[in-house]
């Protein structure tokens, strides 16, 4: 295939670079068609044997109310970790270098913005609360996948995701993945009305940034590729 054209291609790198997990959004309505464009271009993502294996629930209006807020009051219970557990581990069970450093280096950045202190553990529950509000967001995304699917088709989600995430930042939108939704993953099969076969991989809030929180103006480094890449020639 041929090279893109520079103007073209500076536009996808732009996309690419420019996207970043904002966590407080606009109130700004994303309209319905802009969300079915941006599905479309996303569904372009490979798949293995073309399998297609996502399954995307959009929330608005009553619907993202009403999710939040079963959510969030099961994310306050006191008894939340013994009555709400994930069905997958998303991290590490056991965390190691580099990886441990730069969990805790975004995690202090971000409160650092937001003058959370160490230790303030009700502050820190507040913050990652609004998880479950989709951070103000308009849009509220829910993947699942048919259980029969196995690891590859995971996989196959990511690329998926990050190119709905793309599209999105095309389009003057930002996104925030959330791995956070998974451990309440019995209430949101309930609300999506999921069958037993349908497992939640994760939630996305999407929507308009707001340029004046202070916790948007977080933007995370990335390693070099000499630090994760070899070349083999010979």
């Not at 939640?200 to 940034?209: K, N, P, R």
């Amino acid at each position: 295939m041929s090279e893109l054209p520079p103007s073209r291609s500076a536009a996808v790198d732009e996309a690419i670079t420019s996207r970043r997990s904002v966590r407080r959004f606009l109130p700004r309505p994303v309209p319905r068609e802009m969300i079915e464009q941006i599905l479309r271009v996303a569904a372009r993502a490979p798949s293995g044997s073309n399998t297609q294996p996502w399954q995307v629930h959009v929330l608005t209006g009553a619907a993202r109310e009403r999710l939040s807020r079963r959510v969030a009051e099961a994310y306050d219970a006191p008894q939340r970790d013994a009555e709400h557990v994930e069905e997958y581990a998303y991290y590490p069970r056991h965390w190691q270098s580099p990886y441990l450093e730069r969990r805790r280096k975004v995690g202090w950045e971000l409160y650092g913005l937001l003058g959370i202190a160490k230790g303030d553990k009700q502050r820190m529950h507040e913050q990652h609360r609004r998880n479950f509000l989709f951070f103000d967001a308009p849009v509220g995304l829910m993947f699942s996948i048919d259980r029969v699917m196995e690891q590859g088709s995971w996989l196959d989600y990511g690329m998926f995701l990050q190119s709905l995430m793309v599209a999105a930042r095309a389009r003057g939108l930002d996104t925030c993945p959330q791995a956070a939704f998974t451990q309440f993953h019995r209430i949101i099969a309930d609300e999506l009305g999921l069958g037993p076969q349908q497992q939640l991989v994760c939630g996305m809030s999407l929507g308009w940034a707001d340029p004046d929180a202070p916790e948007n103006a977080l933007h995370t480094e990335r390693a070099e590729p000499a630090e994760f890449t070899t070349f083999h020639d010979r």
